[in-house]
RNA sequence: GCCGGGGUGGGGUAGUGGCUAUCCUGGGGGACUGUGGAUCCCCUGACCCGGGUUCGAUUCCCGGUCCCGGCCCCA
């Protein structure tokens, strides 16, 4: 006996038609901003996935050789092979390149609620505008999308040039930048408290990035930090940007908030996270500017902004549905192989005009069929008796009600 | 990587230091030859793995593993 590696996931039937529904309301959205999808391949070079990201990744990373001994990994995310593509074969193509994906990504991580070792990521990328309303684009997509599932969220918006003006000042080196950048996404502020202290950092930058992370809220906190921040210009110019990408995200309920450092290095300007409601697992969306990853990856510097959404955390956050499938199983009454043949070829014309048929594949008998019709939740059964066939007739019973009719064989398919 | 709680047929469960391991459900076949979505009968199928304690372990102890959840990190 096998049992599935650690960390995967089995898929019911059940499981997989709303897993598809939701897919495809979040596609709708997608195509109807004109993003195009993508696929890469599950895995890349090892060198491709650790090149821009941090030494806690690269641990969970699955790597393997391949028999030319070349170091492979799983991806972990898919932004990566999205920019390796672009410069690969799409670099040239009209800007700005709006594209999405929907894939399965690795990370050898403990299991936990809506953590999983093999876990799906559906995101966009939009590669070649540096303006704020491409910012916009972008946040403004991930909402609709949440929307049109219903789901309900919260969403932070934040911005890292404010923290890079403040460091700028100071001229930290980027270990040390880094360093505070993950004890603030961590929420850690004894953590960070202590680590400024450490580095004998002046009671100014102490103090400037600990007003930073006292504000969170609503848009008109930007204004005030404005006036606190008003002397490190290149805070300004991102609280400026910020602002400027608000006025073209077209919903109100938004959080503002400095303490979004987001854990990927790649990052450089806005970047935003959202929550949905359920205990656990609560961040199903992940995204921001990040300007210089092209550039990384040996490209010529091209502006980019994009999201993911953790598709496996949304199916936990939306409330449970439905779903209501009409299906049709055609039985002889009686055990007969011309009868059968018969079943087989209505079965084809109810097919054809688009409906879900089987016919009994068990030799069943007229009783155990119906109950197996019933088990299974089959909403119609068509019994086909040697009889009726001769005056061109067949029995439809619908299963809900029990109520039973003879039809005309001709007029069936306006019956089911 | 660390921490907590779990693991009995396919699913859900009962129970026990010793007897053929309980019940429900599901699956296959039959009674029943055009309708009993019923009923009855038969069959199918389980104590996570390894070690220890013991005359004897599914039960107690230890280790592992997997599941659920928490930390870290993230989606």
């Known amino acids: 006996m096998f049992n599935k590696p650690k960390g995967t996931r089995d898929f019911l039937p059940m499981e997989m038609k709303k897993r598809r529904i939701i897919e495809k309301k979040l596609r709708k959205v997608f195509e109807t901003y004109n993003f195009k999808e993508i696929l890469t391949p599950t895995f890349e070079s090892f060198q491709l996935l650790s090149k821009k990201t941090g030494e806690d990744i690269r641990k969970q990373l699955f790597v393997f050789k391949d028999h030319g001994n070349r170091e492979m990994g799983l991806r972990p995310e898919v932004t990566s092979s999205v920019v390796r593509f672009y410069l690969n074969e799409l670099k040239n193509l009209p800007k700005p390149l709006k594209l999405y994906y929907f894939a399965n990504c690795f990370r050898y991580e403990n299991p ?57 000042r100071f001229d930290l080196s980027e270990d040390r930048e880094l360093k505070i950048r993950r004890l603030i996404d961590k929420e850690d502020y004894g953590g960070l408290e202590d680590y400024l202290c450490d580095i004998e950092s002046p009671e100014e930058l102490k103090e400037a990035i600990f007003n930073l992370l006292n504000f969170k809220g609503d848009r008109d906190i930007i204004n005030e930090l404005k006036e606190i921040l008003k002397d490190y210009p290149l805070s300004l110019q991102a609280l400026e940007n910020l602002e400027e990408i608000l006025d073209f995200v077209k919903y109100e309920n938004i959080i503002v908030n400095f303490g979004i450092a987001r854990g990927l290095d790649y990052y450089t300007g806005m970047v935003f996270e959202i929550y949905g409601k359920k205990e656990g697992a609560r961040q199903v969306c992940g995204g921001g500017r990040y300007d210089n990853l092209i550039e990384l990856f040996g490209g010529k510097p091209t502006p980019a902004v994009g999201f993911a959404y953790g598709f496996d955390r949304i199916m936990l956050n939306i409330d449970d549905f439905e779903i209501k499938e009409e299906s049709i199983l055609i039985v002889p009454a ?47 059964v068509i019994i086909i008796g040697e009889r009726e066939l001769e005056e061109g007739r067949v029995s439809l019973k619908d299963m809900k009600t029990g109520e039973q009719k003879s039809v005309k064989l001709e007029e069936l398919e306006s019956f089911v």
Not at 112 to 137: H, K, N, T, V
Not at 140 to 157: P, R
């Open 334 to 380: 009686k055990k007969d192989k011309n009868l059968l043949k018969r079943s087989l070829r209505i079965a084809d014309e109810l097919r054809k005009g688009g409906k879900v048929v089987e016919v009994d594949l068990m030799n069943r008998k007229l009783n155990k069929a119906l109950n197996y019709a019933n088990t299974i939740g089959i909403s119609k």
């Open 112 to 168: 936990q609620a809506g953590r999983y070792r093999e876990f799906w990521q559906m995101g966009c990328e939009l590669i070649g505008s540096e303006y704020p309303i491409a910012d916009a684009e972008i946040i403004n997509l991930s909402m609709d999308g949440l929307n049109a599932i219903d789901m309900d969220y919260e969403i932070n918006i934040g911005h890292l040039g404010v923290l890079k003006g403040i460091f700028k």
